[in-house]
Structures are given as C-alpha cells and as structure tokens.
C-alpha cells in the first residue's frame, strides 16, 4: 500500500524523491530547531512511503559548547576546563532521550510502522552523519537560518554534508505556516 505526501510538495520532497534509493536507508539528523523538526517529519513519510529503514542520528561531544566545552580558541588568558572522569553512558542516555523527545514534538512519537535505529555517536554532526551513511543511503538534514550566532560560529551540518557525503543529501528548510493558520 503507497501512502501518498501531503501537498503542496516542497522542494525537499521533490529532491528526496529524485535521489532515494531502493533498499536504503535514510538517516537524518535529529535537532530540535524548526528546520530539523520539518526534516524528521520528511524522513519518517519517506520511511514510511519506501519501506526503508530509518537511523536517527544525534552526535555529541564534551567540545561542542551545548555540551559545555569550547570550540574556539580565546583571545586573551584562557580557563581550561579539566574533566576528570566522564561517563559516556550518561551523554548517550541524555542523547536518546533528546532524540524520543524529538519524535514526540515533530510526528507524536516513535513511529511503530517504521523500523528506527538511534545512534549517539561522539563527535561533530556532520562527520557522524557521513560516517554512518553509505552509497544507497540518504541524509536528510535541517536547515538553520544562515545567520544566526551558532551556524556562523560552527558552520552548517547540511553543508558539511553535501561536501563529504558518499551519498545524496536533503537540506529541508523550515515549514512555512500555512496560509490558512492565522498567527495569533
């Protein structure tokens, strides 16, 4: 049984559908920014629409300053920061629970009629998607508005992507609200 999308069809939705592979699968980078939330809805209706499997995928690290370390060197007298022990175990479980958060707020949960398969790798996004994702696979990604403070500091996942992927890449953009909601 084919499930049709919803219309009007965005551009992510044509691109995804020019490039997909059969027998493949998507992975795509979960986030919880308005453009990662629209490119989780689109991956699970691919998933659902090809049978693929889909690999939610949310890296971390102890540098990357949401996780409370430095990514750039300072000017002037720098503090280090000294981590004695750290349990990786913690990060990951903090990770998966971010990412059945993520499910719940953009499709209302874990899809039961889609196989998922979370990874939390450590490390930058963008070096985790491409690494996890083969020939036949696709990255779906969101896109960040180019100009707030984090994409010009850290530079773009969807980018990073498309320039080191060994397979097609989907940048999905935020949802536009739609004509008829009135904003309030």
């Known amino acids: 049984m084919k499930t049709e999308m919803v219309h009007p069809v965005t551009e992510a939705e044509k691109e995804l559908a020019t490039v997909a592979a059969p027998?493949?699968?998507?992975?795509?980078?979960?986030?919880?920014?308005p453009g990662g939330q629209a490119a989780l809805r689109l991956a699970v209706?691919?998933?659902?629409n090809s049978h693929a499997r889909l690999v939610a995928?949310?890296?971390?690290?102890?540098?990357?300053?949401?996780?409370g370390g430095l990514?750039?060197?300072?000017?002037?007298?720098?503090?280090?920061h000294i981590v004695l022990h750290w349990d990786r175990t913690m990060q990951t479980e903090a990770s998966r629970d971010f990412v059945s958060d993520c499910f719940l707020d953009a499709v209302g949960g874990m899809p039961r009629?889609?196989?998922?398969?979370?990874?939390?790798?450590?490390?930058?996004?963008?070096?985790?998607?491409?690494?996890i994702a083969a020939g036949g696979d696709v990255i779906i990604v969101g896109q960040e508005p180019s100009l707030t403070v984090r994409r010009v500091l850290h530079g773009?996942?969807?980018?990073?992507?498309?320039?080191?992927?060994?397979?097609?890449?989907?940048?999905?953009?935020?949802?536009?609200?739609?004509?008829?909601?009135?904003?309030?």
Do not use: F, M, N
Request: charged share 25%.
């Open 23 to 33: 027998g493949g699968r998507i992975i795509v980078g979960i986030d919880d920014s």
């Open 71 to 80: 990514r750039r060197r300072r000017l002037g007298p720098i503090h280090p």
């Open 113 to 131: 009629d889609v196989a998922v398969t979370v990874k939390t790798p450590e490390g930058e996004p963008g070096a985790a998607l491409t690494g």
């Open 45 to 48: 209706a691919q998933a659902r």
């Open 57 to 67: 995928v949310r890296s971390w690290a102890l540098g990357l300053p949401r996780h």
């Open 156 to 184: 773009s996942v969807g980018g990073y992507c498309r320039k080191h992927a060994r397979c097609p890449v989907v940048v999905v953009p935020p949802e536009e609200p739609h004509a008829d909601v009135k904003a309030s």
